[in-house]
């Protein structure tokens, strides 16, 4: 499979907590992108970075990028409620989008 | 916009049944693709398309069958459903971000119980 895999598979935090997720990969990619999932839900795209690019950064979310270690991490800052969600990281190599296994974040008020 | 939209929401089949599950997009994006979600196994690529006329397996395609005759629509078609093929199943679409990467818009899914 060529799936990533998230780490935790379950966080529980504190609302204005920082959550931090994990992704590792197995092959090389074009770009890594992470989406969320509330419950019952679609996925929605949140933060896209490049495989040349270590650093992204949009509002609350920072994603970093290590191709040498083949993982990403996303931070989400100041942590609110409506974070409550499940995150997933996508390897894009060509056309086609592998999705890891999820992190579900539960952010307590 | 309606976006993605994914019809049938729910179904239940018998082993053996068929059906389609629909898939249409009015955003004019070349790129769709089917997944389905299984608890603990995330999301996995069935069958994807890069436009009109052209289609490949992703990496769980056995038991599917898709066709991409117009821009808008890509329905995933069971012949013969299996219980192991009970899931949820999500539609996606594409676009070029502004770095000029593709990303994805869901629809709302389609949760298949197959007895």
């Known amino acids: 499979s060529q799936q990533g895999e998230e780490d935790p598979q379950a966080l529980s935090i504190q609302e204005g907590e920082n959550a931090t997720m994990n992704c590792s990969y197995k092959t090389s990619i074009n770009n890594l992108q992470w989406y969320r999932q509330n419950s019952g839900r679609g996925l929605v795209h949140l933060i896209l970075i490049r495989s040349n690019e270590r650093e992204k950064h949009s509002g609350r979310l920072r994603v970093t990028l290590d191709t040498s270690k083949k993982s990403s991490s996303l931070l989400i800052t100041a942590s609110r409620a409506a974070d409550t969600a499940s995150y997933f990281c996508?390897?894009?190599?060509?056309?086609?989008?592998?999705f890891g296994t999820g992190t579900s974040l539960t952010v307590i008020p | 916009n309606a976006g993605v939209t994914q019809t049938p929401k729910f179904q239940v089949l018998k082993t053996g049944q068929s059906m389609t599950l629909q898939c249409a997009q009015d955003m004019n994006h070349e790129y769709m693709s089917w997944y389905r979600q299984d608890p603990g196994m995330g999301l996995r690529l069935i069958h994807y398309s890069v436009g009109a006329g052209i289609t490949d397996q992703g990496e769980v395609p056995n038991g599917y069958n898709v066709s991409r005759s117009t821009t808008e629509d890509f329905p995933l078609r069971l012949l013969s459903a299996a219980p192991s093929q009970t899931s949820v199943y999500f539609c996606a679409s594409s676009y070029p971000a502004p770095s000029g990467a593709n990303v994805l818009t869901f629809g709302a899914g389609s949760r298949l119980t197959v007895l």
């Open positions: 996508a390897t894009v190599t060509g056309n086609q989008f592998y």
